[in-house]
Each structure stands twice: as structure tokens, then as C-alpha cells.
T-cell receptor, first 115, second 113 residues
Framework: EAGVAQSPRYKIIEKRQSVAFWCNPI?????LYWYQQILGQGPKLLIQ????????DSQLPKDRFSAERLKGVDSTLKIQPAKLEDSAVYLC?????????????FGAGTRLSVL | AQTVTQSQPEMSVQEAETVTLSCTYD???????LFWYKQPPSRQMILVIR??????QNATENRFSVNFQKAAKSFSLKISDSQLGDTAMYFC??????????FGSGTQLTVLP
């Protein structure tokens, strides 16, 4: 079974530039999550989708971050314009829906460096 | 709000020995899940073990077991017969009705040869 795919693995940009990350969840997983992991910290949820609808985006800095999940499968997370404090690893995770089914499977993440 | 606290930023253990990582949490929900995830340098989060809060029996997965103390809101991970491949950052995490994960700050475990 293929895992959660993310690209790119690394990205270096200058502040005020824009950047986009892509995620392809495990086939059949209805729920998709984006997390931000700053160096030395645990991941923090940015946004949660169920199919192509947003369940929770309360932690997403909407003035600069946006995310979409077209057709309930792939998802893209965008930052525009980037700030120095956006340097982090961006993790995508997916899970099945169902009673008691709460295991999230993670991709390898995208490491963003903003200079 | 849910919180997860890991008070051991770093730990080390000799190969083949046993180590315990600590985690405390807080939640107002009655039904929730607790997890330990492992994150090696490759950055991929790998599920180590899962505990359902309504189950009193502690979960075990081969060399990994937990000590779940619901009243104390404590959830520690015991790794027996430590192996070099266990070297990684370990995160304790909590999931409630919203199914979002709240993570602790992590414990960097180093297994020494």
C-alpha cells in the first residue's frame, strides 16, 4: 500500500516570496491534515479536511496561508508572502473515517527554509 | 483545550536495556486516544503504539508497552531490549472527538552501542 506522498522534500525561498506544497494521501482516506513542525517542537495542526470540505482551519494564518483539497484527494498548501518564522517542516497526514479509526499516517514532510 | 507535556527533552539508554519515556496530558473529553509516534532523522512520523482511553488494559506492541494511568492522566512508553534503530525523537500525542492530534514537545532518545 502506498503511503502519504509529499513534495518537494526541501524548499529554500527568500522572505516575501510564495511557495506551495503538495500532498497525496493514502487511497481511500477521507480525512487529510496539514501540520507545521518548527525545529525542536511537536507538530501543530494547521488545517483539517474531510473529503473536500474544511473541518477546522482555526490555527491557519489566513492572511498568508491557504489550502485546498480538490476532488477530495490531493491537497495543496500555499504560503504567500513567506516570513522568516515560517521556516519549518510541513507534514501532511491522512486517516480513514469510521468508528474508532483514528490512526493518522504521515508523509515525510517538506522542509521549508525562509531566508 | 487539550495539552500534552513531555518533560524529558533528551534521554539515552544502552543497547539491550530498558527505558521509559514520560508523558502527561489534559483533556475534558471522556473518549480519547493516546499515541506514541517515532520520528527518525528522515522526518517520517511512524506510529509506535496506540491506547484507547476506555480500555483499562495497557497496550503492547512487541518491545513497546505503555503504562496508562487514566486518573493521573499519565501515559508512559517503555521500550524493552533497546536497539540502535530505536534512536529517534518520540512524540506523545492525544486525539479527541475532533480526531486532531495534539502533540507534546518530544523526547530525543539515543540508544548507545
Amino acid at each position: 500500500e502506498a503511503g502519504v506522498a509529499q513534495s518537494p522534500r526541501y524548499k529554500i525561498i527568500e522572505k516575501r516570496q510564495s511557495v506551495a506544497f503538495w500532498c497525496n494521501p493514502i487511497s481511500g482516506h477521507a480525512t487529510l491534515y496539514w501540520y507545521q513542525q518548527i525545529l525542536g517542537q511537536g507538530p501543530k495542526l494547521l488545517i483539517q479536511f474531510q473529503n473536500n470540505g474544511v473541518v477546522d482551519d482555526s490555527q491557519l494564518p489566513k492572511d498568508r496561508f491557504s489550502a485546498e483539497r480538490l476532488k477530495g484527494v490531493d491537497s495543496t498548501l500555499k504560503i504567500q508572502p513567506a516570513k522568516l518564522e515560517d521556516s519549518a517542516v510541513y507534514l501532511c497526514a491522512s486517516s480513514l473515517e469510521g468508528i474508532g479509526t483514528t490512526i493518522q499516517y504521515f508523509g515525510a514532510g517538506t522542509r521549508l527554509s525562509v531566508l | 483545550a487539550q495539552t500534552v507535556t513531555q518533560s524529558q527533552p533528551e534521554m539515552s539508554v544502552q543497547e539491550a536495556e530498558t527505558v521509559t519515556l514520560s508523558c502527561t496530558y489534559d483533556t475534558s473529553e471522556n473518549n480519547y486516544y493516546l499515541f506514541w509516534y517515532k520520528q527518525p532523522p528522515s522526518r517520517q512520523m511512524i506510529l509506535v503504539i496506540r491506547q484507547e482511553a476506555y480500555k483499562q488494559q495497557n497496550a503492547t506492541e512487541n518491545r513497546f508497552s505503555v503504562n496508562f494511568q487514566k486518573a493521573a492522566k499519565s501515559f508512559s512508553l517503555k521500550i524493552s531490549d533497546s536497539q540502535l534503530g530505536d534512536t529517534a525523537m518520540y512524540f506523545c500525542a492525544l486525539s479527541g472527538s475532533a480526531r486532531q492530534l495534539t502533540f507534546g514537545s518530544g523526547t530525543q532518545l539515543t540508544v548507545l552501542p
